[in-house]
């Protein structure tokens, strides 16, 4: 056994993007996107079976962990799903796992 003294670079800010995919309603509302669609609160929340309030919740967690991107148009703030974030940190734990266990 060996003691782990650093958490490996592969791992570096991706703890905030498995705590942010835990959660059941967070991944509900990641799978309402569609590819490569933008989507307002509004919108989102209108997909969910959540109040509006626990909705802005849940998507600034995922935007905090990189698991969504916004941009604020105007009034409004549009989100989307950040697949390259998304794919890298998971890649870089899956190629970890390979090579190093």
Do not use: C
């Amino acid at each position: 056994m060996k003691i782990i003294h650093t958490i490996p670079d592969e791992w570096q800010n991706i703890a905030h993007l498995f705590i942010a995919l835990g959660d059941a309603h967070r991944q509900r509302i990641l799978l309402a996107f569609e590819k490569g669609e933008r989507m307002n609160i509004l919108q989102i929340a209108a997909a969910s079976t959540l109040s509006r309030t626990a909705v802005t919740h849940h998507l600034k967690i995922l935007h905090q962990s990189g698991a969504l991107q916004s941009e604020k148009i105007g009034k409004e703030v549009y989100f989307w799903v950040n697949k390259s974030f998304i794919t890298h940190a998971i890649n870089g734990v899956l190629h970890y796992i390979e090579t190093e266990i």
